[in-house]
């Protein structure tokens, strides 16, 4: 526990070694003397001073709040302040620093984990019931063009109708990817080879101002997905990265493995312990700020103006690989660029197939073997 104790000030009069090693000081010489308020956030400055006046005018005895640390990788901290002197004369305060970043950064990610289920199950809901609206009305569009061919003056018209209705499905359909509720039609799949053949895709998709380097990882063993929808989701991360160097940068993406020996936390998600193929896809962007990264996940989610995201983009690539049994978290500060990383649960390639050098065919239910 850090002990500081202040004078009337709000200087810091002495402390002891945990309260310097809290505020990331090389020693107890480097705070004492030093005004309190330059260790805490500059949020919670305000806060912090309103508390300490009340105890020092008597108003309250005692106060107890949460702070944030002015620490290179912020620090969440519960304070207790109470007065010492005599007599009811108050000459100075003694706070009490509890570290709370540990138990502040589960409860966010509680929450956030929370957040995405709740998002997933209503836009599935509305996704699902759209979806079967849409079913019908281009259905009728389609009874409508027999009898109004292509000659009919209402032709054409029909055609927009079902046209939008198309688009509309379009988008439902990736409403339905982010809550996992899409049909799936998983292969075992080799990344270097799938990310091999999107290349060329991939390199026209950047243009030339963006330069694409592939690392590919040794030994990468299987993975089991949707071929289409493990396109789909490098597709979108390297055209929001493509979106975020205007200037021009680079966009690296990284293969590897992954083997957790107990269940890890990566972001909001507890990884359970296992084997993952993962894949790295990194830009030098404009990076995400600290306000927006809990939200890129969700849908309809964008910085994009007037209209140039549907904010679809990340959250059917959320949908895709938690689906698929896999995590994807995202690492990124403002102006640093921004790292998304994507395990999948890893399968070995078998040793007689390994000989032979082939991928197995797509046999439902018959891989992993017994
Ligand atoms: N590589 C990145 N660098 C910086 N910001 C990013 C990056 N990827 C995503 N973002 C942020 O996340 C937001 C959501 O991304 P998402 O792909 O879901 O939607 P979008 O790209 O805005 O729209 P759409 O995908 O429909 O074009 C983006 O608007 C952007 O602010
Ligand atoms: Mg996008």
């Known amino acids: 526990m850090g002990v500081a104790f202040l004078d009337l000030e709000a200087t810091i009069s002495d402390c002891n070694p945990a309260f310097a090693g809290m505020v990331n000081a090389a020693g107890r010489g480097q705070v004492m003397g030093q005004p309190l308020a330059e260790r805490i956030a500059r949020e919670d400055r305000l806060d912090l001073a309103n508390a300490l006046s009340r105890v020092v005018m008597g108003g309250a005895p005692a106060a107890h709040l949460e702070v944030r640390l002015n620490t290179p990788r912020e620090r969440a901290a519960s304070v207790f302040i109470s007065p010492t002197g005599e007599n009811g004369d108050v000459s100075g305060l003694v706070l009490h620093f509890i570290d709370a970043t540990d138990q502040r950064s589960l409860e966010l990610q509680f929450a956030q984990a929370q957040k995405m289920q709740a998002m997933g199950q209503l836009a599935g ?11 019908a009305m281009i259905g009728f569009c389609d009874l409508l063009l027999q009898r109004h061919g292509a000659g009919d003056p209402s032709f054409a018209d029909i055609m927009q109708i079902k046209q939008n209705a198309n688009r509309a499905a379009n988008l439902v359909r990736q409403l339905l990817a982010f809550s996992r509720r899409q049909p799936l039609q998983p292969r075992m799949l080799d990344a270097t080879e799938a990310l091999a053949e999107l290349l060329h895709l991939l390199r026209r998709l950047l243009g030339e101002t963006i330069e694409l380097r592939l690392f590919h990882g040794r030994d990468l063993g299987l993975i089991r997905v949707d071929p289409g929808q493990f396109d789909q989701v490098i597709i979108n991360l390297a055209v929001n990265a493509r979106d975020a160097m205007p200037g021009g940068g680079t966009l690296s993406i990284r293969t590897g493995t992954a083997t957790f020996d107990t269940p890890t936390q990566c972001g909001p998600e507890i990884i359970p312990d296992g084997d993952y193929v993962m894949i790295e896809v990194s830009d030098t962007g404009t990076g995400i700020s600290k306000e927006d990264i809990g939200r890129i996940f969700e849908p309809f989610f964008s910085t994009k103006q007037g209209g140039a995201g ?7 690539v959320y949908g895709i690989v938690r689906q698929t049994d896999g995590f994807i978290v995202v690492d990124s500060a403002l102006g640093e660029g921004a790292t998304f990383t994507i395990y999948l649960p890893r399968y070995e390639i078998d040793q007689t197939l390994e000989t032979s050098g082939r991928i197995p065919p797509p046999l439902p239910g018959a891989w992993p073997p017994p």
């Open 310 to 316: 549907t904010g679809l983009g990340l959250s059917t």
């Open 125 to 135: 809901g509305v996704a699902h019931d759209f979806n079967n609206l849409l079913t």
